[in-house]
């Protein structure tokens, strides 16, 4: 039989019993569209995760006082022993290589702050001019913490949008003043509205010069220091030089930890990759069942069309073209089915982006190759012992069946 | 040499524990171009040895050759050649293909063998005006009466110009004037050139044919000619 006679055959046997041919097709749909979402669902989530990390700043090494060995965010790097206190003079030491831009040292605490008889307690940030732009923040009104060199205590604070809404609610906020502790500062910014990040939430941040954050808190250490790189190639440069000139501060101790966002990217990115896959391998599963169902349902139509099989063979059929008949019919509907699938995969998944407008989810290509790769697979696969049990049957006998 | 040569064919049927001689020892030579009735008793063996004829079926024992080659004795896959090329046949329930029109079914021999659409349409409307049915070429067979439809199965038994035609109760399920009409397009066939073995009940269509063998019990029991 040529070819296009065998697609055309088969494709006359299939809708010539619409209801087997529908259920198959529904089945490999089924299978195909449950890996199409739950890919998408799954990629969509680590693409969510990997584009708020990189929003962050790619090209940032984060400077952790205490020597950790972990490579990532964990539980490690939190619980560091330190053994000697990064300064604000180390901070300043790390402009001096030259694939570093800028640098933002923090220091962190909590304090009441508190204006016109308003009062909350809020967590504090000493850093200094730069911070904005390594972190990528907008203000809403004002200006950011003013460029007057790492040491100087100076009186300027910049609020977040929540802060302000509380503190100060429709009064203006801009030129007013405030007490954090037990300083005065004045307001010079507002940040703009953050919202939900997997960042800090900007929102209800305090941001004061670095000096006057230690002095209130009460500490020469720092608790980080941000240090952005001139492009995303020069990190692992940036980050030997940044321990170089540590080293040399610290008495040739590395006691520093150094962290990339590509490390805590990436192992993000690996936990949800995986994840991603082992959601795929269970819908994969669905789609074996369909294969299963596939098998059933030709068998059944095996038994149901033997009178034709033996006319067939009658008329001159090679066994060979009785398997390939029913092969292809096996294939045309796992196609056909898979289509569907796809049909209904990236409706959705367009429904759930329709729902979580953050969510990127697209199924990624892999999936969609994989999952019509896999019912085709499943659809012939399972075709074959029909195939083979038509193939086989005795003229004769296929014949005394009638049509 | 006969075109058809079987020598001491058997054919044994076993159901559980017991044997059914269908066929004994059947030895029989037939000419090309004849045209032979084979008649008998319900039981008698006359499909049986007609669908050994029609290589559907294998002997227990005993030889067949077709035009000189042992065909008897090949594999399915060359079997079912010989079959698509050398052998048409007629069934007594027609045996057309539901979901297919009158023209496909009797283009589905050609598809078969992969002869090129082009061909099998011009094949096809040739056969169907033969048999007289060129205006019912894309009629279903439930659209079509028994008497068409027995015509459409001979236009597709005889498509790939088969050297011989097999007949198995071509008319029993016919009245008698469609069943005449038939069994002279089967006739026409003949004169043509074609072999006709035609297995029948109707004793009057056994003496139209110029050889009738009588059948009883698995074996031979009479081989005349006219
Ligand atoms: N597939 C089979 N299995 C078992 N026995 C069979 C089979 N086919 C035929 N037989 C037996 O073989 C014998 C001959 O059968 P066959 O069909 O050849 O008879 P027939 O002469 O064609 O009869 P009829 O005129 O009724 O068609 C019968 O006894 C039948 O029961
Ligand atoms: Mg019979």
Same mark, same amino acid.
């Given at each position: 039989?040529?070819?296009?006679?065998?697609?055309?055959?088969?494709?006359?046997?299939?809708?010539?019993?619409?209801?087997?041919?529908?259920?198959?097709?529904?089945?490999?749909?089924?299978?195909?569209?449950?890996?199409?979402?739950?890919?998408?669902?799954?990629?969509?989530?680590?693409?969510?995760?990997?584009?708020?990390?990189?929003?962050?700043?790619?090209?940032?090494?984060?400077?952790?006082?205490?020597?950790?060995?972990?490579?990532?965010?964990?539980?490690?790097?939190?619980?560091?022993?330190?053994?000697?206190?990064?300064?604000?003079?180390?901070?300043?030491?790390?402009?001096?290589?030259?694939?570093?831009?800028?640098?933002?040292?923090?220091?962190?605490?909590?304090?009441?702050?508190?204006?016109?008889?308003?009062?909350?307690?809020?967590?504090?940030?000493?850093?200094?001019?730069?911070?904005?732009?390594?972190?990528?923040?907008?203000?809403?009104?004002?200006?950011?913490?003013?460029?007057?060199?790492?040491?100087?205590?100076?009186?300027?604070?910049?609020?977040?949008?929540?802060?302000?809404?509380?503190?100060?609610?429709?009064?203006?906020?801009?030129?007013?003043?405030?007490?954090?502790?037990?300083?005065?500062?004045?307001?010079?910014?507002?940040?703009?509205?953050?919202?939900?990040?997997?960042?800090?939430?900007?929102?209800?941040?305090?941001?004061?010069?670095?000096?006057?954050?230690?002095?209130?808190?009460?500490?020469?250490?720092?608790?980080?220091?941000?240090?952005?790189?001139?492009?995303?190639?020069?990190?692992?440069?940036?980050?030997?030089?940044?321990?170089?000139?540590?080293?040399?501060?610290?008495?040739?101790?590395?006691?520093?930890?150094?962290?990339?966002?590509?490390?805590?990217?990436?192992?993000?990115?690996?936990?949800?990759?995986?994840?991603?896959?082992?959601?795929?391998?269970?819908?994969?599963?669905?789609?074996?069942?369909?294969?299963?169902?596939?098998?059933?349902?030709?068998?059944?139509?095996?038994?149901?069309?033997?009178?034709?099989?033996?006319?067939?063979?009658?008329?001159?059929?090679?066994?060979?073209?009785?398997?390939?008949?029913?092969?292809?019919?096996?294939?045309?509907?796992?196609?056909?089915?898979?289509?569907?699938?796809?049909?209904?995969?990236?409706?959705?998944?367009?429904?759930?982006?329709?729902?979580?407008?953050?969510?990127?989810?697209?199924?990624?290509?892999?999936?969609?190759?994989?999952?019509?790769?896999?019912?085709?697979?499943?659809?012939?696969?399972?075709?074959?012992?029909?195939?083979?049990?038509?193939?086989?049957?005795?003229?004769?006998?296929?014949?005394?069946?009638?049509? | 040499?006969?075109?058809?040569?079987?020598?001491?064919?058997?054919?044994?049927?076993?159901?559980?524990?017991?044997?059914?001689?269908?066929?004994?020892?059947?030895?029989?030579?037939?000419?090309?171009?004849?045209?032979?009735?084979?008649?008998?008793?319900?039981?008698?063996?006359?499909?049986?040895?007609?669908?050994?004829?029609? %290589?559907? *079926?294998? $002997?227990?024992?005993?030889?067949? =050759?077709?035009? @000189?080659? /042992? !065909?008897?004795? #090949?594999?399915? +896959?060359?079997?079912?050649?010989?079959?698509?090329?050398?052998?048409?046949?007629?069934?007594?329930?027609?045996?057309?293909?539901?979901?297919?029109?009158?023209?496909?079914?009797?283009?589905?021999?050609?598809?078969?063998?992969?002869?090129?659409?082009?061909?099998?349409?011009?094949?096809?409307?040739?056969?169907?005006?033969?048999?007289?049915?060129?205006?019912?070429?894309?009629?279903?067979?439930?659209?079509?009466?028994?008497?068409?439809?027995?015509?459409?199965?001979?236009?597709?038994?005889?498509?790939?110009?088969?050297?011989?035609? %097999?007949? *198995?109760? $071509?008319?029993?399920?016919?009245? =008698?004037?469609? @069943?005449? /009409? !038939?069994?002279? #397009?089967?006739? +026409?066939?003949?004169?043509?050139?074609?072999?006709?073995?035609?297995?029948?009940?109707?004793?009057?269509?056994?003496?139209?044919?110029?050889?009738?063998?009588?059948?009883?019990?698995?074996?031979?029991?009479?081989?005349?000619?006219?």
């Amino acid at each position: 039989m040529k070819p296009f006679d065998l697609v055309r055959f088969a494709l006359q046997a299939a809708t010539g019993s619409p209801l087997r041919t529908g259920l198959m097709a529904l089945a490999m749909a089924i299978g195909v569209a449950a890996v199409v979402v739950l890919t998408a669902l799954g990629d969509g989530a680590r693409r969510y995760v990997v584009n708020e990390f990189n929003s962050l700043g790619s090209n940032l090494v984060i400077v952790l006082p205490g020597r950790t060995e972990t490579g990532g965010i964990g539980i490690g790097t939190l619980s560091t022993s330190t053994t000697r206190d990064l300064t604000l003079r180390d901070a300043a030491a790390l402009l001096r290589a030259d694939g570093v831009v800028r640098i933002a040292p923090l220091v962190v605490g909590d304090a009441e702050v508190s204006s016109g008889g308003r009062l909350r307690s809020s967590f504090v940030v000493g850093t200094t001019s730069d911070f904005a732009r390594v972190r990528r923040l907008e203000l809403a009104q004002g200006r950011f913490l003013p460029d007057e060199g790492l040491e100087r205590a100076s009186s300027w604070a910049v609020i977040g949008a929540t802060i302000r809404d509380e503190l100060f609610g429709a009064k203006p906020a801009l030129g007013a003043r405030l007490r954090i502790g037990d300083r005065r500062f004045r307001v010079i910014g507002v940040l703009a509205a953050s919202g939900q990040g997997l960042g800090m939430n900007t929102d209800e941040l305090v941001l004061v010069p670095a000096a006057s954050a230690q002095a209130m808190f009460d500490t020469n250490s720092l608790f980080r220091i941000l240090v952005e790189a001139r492009e995303r190639d020069a990190l692992d440069r940036v980050r030997s030089q940044v321990e170089d000139i540590l080293m040399a501060r610290h008495d040739g101790e590395r006691d520093v930890t150094l962290l990339t966002q590509d490390a805590v990217v990436g192992t993000f990115d690996r936990i949800l990759a995986a994840l991603t896959l082992a959601v795929a391998g269970i819908a994969a599963i669905s789609l074996a069942v369909a294969g299963i169902l596939v098998m059933n349902v030709m068998l059944v139509a095996v038994t149901q069309r033997t009178g034709e099989i033996g006319l067939l063979k009658a008329l001159g059929a090679a066994p060979g073209a009785i398997r390939s008949a029913f092969l292809a019919e096996a294939a045309l509907l796992s196609l056909a089915g898979a289509a569907i699938g796809l049909l209904l995969g990236f409706t959705g998944a367009a429904l759930l982006r329709a729902v979580f407008p953050e969510l990127p989810a697209y199924p990624p290509s892999w999936a969609v190759v994989a999952g019509l790769a896999t019912s085709l697979a499943t659809g012939v696969g399972f075709g074959v012992l029909p195939a083979r049990r038509a193939a086989r049957l005795d003229p004769v006998q296929a014949l005394a069946r009638g049509l | 040499m006969s075109q058809i040569e079987l020598y001491e064919i058997d054919r044994i049927f076993e159901i559980g524990d017991s044997c059914v001689h269908a066929l004994k020892s059947i030895t029989l030579t037939i000419d090309a171009g004849e045209y032979l009735a084979v008649m008998g008793p319900s039981g008698s063996g006359k499909s049986t040895l007609l669908n050994i004829l029609g %290589l559907l *079926d294998r $002997p227990n024992h005993g030889r067949y =050759r077709l035009e @000189g080659h /042992e !065909v008897g004795a #090949l594999p399915p +896959d060359q079997q079912a050649r010989v079959r698509s090329e050398r052998i048409g046949f007629v069934f007594q329930s027609f045996h057309l293909v539901p979901r297919l029109s009158a023209a496909d079914n009797v283009a589905l021999p050609m598809m078969l063998a992969g002869i090129p659409a082009g061909e099998r349409r011009r094949r096809v409307a040739d056969a169907l005006a033969g048999v007289g049915l060129e205006s019912r070429a894309d009629h279903r067979p439930q659209q079509l009466s028994g008497g068409q439809r027995q015509r459409v199965a001979i236009a597709r038994a005889t498509i790939m110009r088969p050297a011989v035609l %097999l007949a *198995d109760e $071509p008319t029993g399920n016919l009245d =008698r004037t469609t @069943g005449t /009409e !038939v069994t002279e #397009l089967l006739e +026409d066939l003949n004169r043509a050139g074609t072999t006709l073995i035609v297995v029948t009940h109707d004793p009057a269509m056994g003496e139209r044919a110029h050889r009738c063998l009588q059948m009883e019990d698995g074996a031979l029991r009479a081989d005349r000619r006219r």
